[in-house]
């Protein structure tokens, strides 16, 4: 369809889990951009694929930059939310119980008034990999915050070299989405 003049660039988006799964398209000049959860706990696309993009000129669009919600830095072992909302299969008792965990672990390297949101924005605007964020806003405060916080640029080397180590290990589970 490329070739043909139908359509312009061709892109994937990656499972959670499975970054890798996208290399082989990359390296092969199959897509043009890729999308994949990258954020300071997914460091993982680090490793092998967004060197692949940067080698086959391939753009990378990260997503779930908050981590679902646990690098807002507002969830609590009592978070709720509504009936049939997807984050009650998510946020099982044991996967809440490690993001919150996770994220407050945080909390201490926050300074002059930064806040989660902007900390984890900011650290994906280090990486020059990267050719865009999509973070969710759901609120007209949260497109402010996002805009300010991209606005700022990257994070200072020292904070993002600290963030490096942050990067969580996970694996598949019952509750894996």
């Not at 830095?73 to 909302?85: H, I, Q």
């Not at 806040?115 to 964020?133: G, S």
């Not at 700022?152 to 509750?175: D, F, M, N, S, V």
Request: with cysteine; net charge positive; hydrophobic share 40%.
């Amino acid at each position: 369809m490329r070739s043909s003049g139908k359509v312009r660039a061709v892109g994937i988006s990656l499972n959670r889990w499975e970054p890798w799964n996208g290399i082989r398209a990359v390296r092969a000049g199959l897509v043009d951009a890729v999308q994949v959860i990258y954020n300071i706990f997914d460091q993982n696309p680090e490793d092998e694929l967004f060197p692949a993009c940067r080698e086959k000129d391939v753009a990378v669009i990260a997503r779930v930059p908050f981590d679902e919600g646990s690098l807002t830095g507002t969830l609590t072992l009592e978070s709720t939310w509504p009936k049939g909302d997807w984050r009650n299969t998510y946020f099982v008792a044991e996967n809440l119980k490690s993001s919150v965990a996770h994220a407050d672990a945080l909390k201490p390297l926050l300074k002059d008034g930064m806040t989660m949101p902007e900390m984890a924005l900011r650290f994906i605007l280090n990486n020059k990999d990267v050719a865009t964020i999509i973070p969710g806003m759901r609120k007209l405060k949260n497109v402010e915050s996002n805009i300010a916080a991209s606005a700022k640029g990257p994070l200072p080397p020292a904070l993002h070299a600290e963030l490096l180590h942050h990067r969580w290990i996970r694996t598949p589970t019952t509750w894996s989405q």
